[in-house]
């Protein structure tokens, strides 16, 4: 078990329970797209974050950004630190049929790879300095071409790709989602693999 000094955020019942399993901490529910209806859920969830901050962790499809995007809206940007799942193709068992975008939302997700996500932020977990110190940057997006530019939003849809990330990311969430990942090695790789494919 994980333990975390703050809440975690997902879509449903089922993703809590998936997460409880590998989690020491609150977690909480927006029931969906039932939280944009439900001003008390919001106004718990921004007065939980006043103390430590939250982690939000929705599903890789288009509907888990648009609550991550409310939630942005309903705490500071200095209280929240969004996780990602990889974007990984299946059903869940418990359905009758895919998703819309076909993808495993948090409930499908194994349990090594959930603690993978969660391990860095451990309440006893060890600085991950080096890290940090060979972050990717803005400016190596803009380099790349992956932001700024024309194609840029098409570009990073494919190194999502590369990376098994969700495909719908802004820049600023991509690069936060790759310095929370990868290393600055990993980032170079897929980048390399992006251009072989480009000239193929």
């Known amino acids: ?96 049929a895919p998703s819309k975008e076909g993808l495993l939302g948090v409930e499908g997700i194994d349990a090594d790879t959930l603690t993978r996500i969660f391990a860095p932020f451990a309440v006893d977990a060890e600085p991950t300095a080096p890290e940090i110190r060979n972050a990717v940057t803005k400016a190596d997006f803009y380099a790349a071409g992956l932001s700024g530019g024309s194609g840029s939003a098409e570009r990073r849809a494919r190194l999502s790709q590369k990376l098994r990330l969700p495909p719908h990311m802004s820049a600023n969430a991509l690069l936060e989602a790759i310095n929370l990942l990868y290393t600055k090695e990993a980032y170079c790789e897929a980048l390399a693999s992006l251009e072989e494919d480009s000239e193929s």
Do not use: W
Not at 7 to 30: F, H, R, W
Not at 44 to 52: F, G, P, S, T, Y
């Open 1 to 96: 078990m994980i333990t975390l000094d703050r809440p975690v955020i997902v879509e449903g019942k089922y993703d809590k329970q998936k997460l409880s399993a590998v989690l020491n901490t609150t977690i909480i529910t927006t029931n969906g797209f039932g939280i944009f209806n439900d001003r008390e859920k919001r106004l718990l969830i921004r007065r939980l974050a006043e103390k430590n901050g939250i982690f939000v962790l929705t599903d890789a499809d288009g509907a888990g950004f648009v609550i991550r995007n409310l939630l942005r809206g309903c705490v500071p940007k200095e209280k929240i630190t969004h996780l990602y799942i990889p974007a990984v193709a299946g059903k869940e068992r418990r359905k009758a």
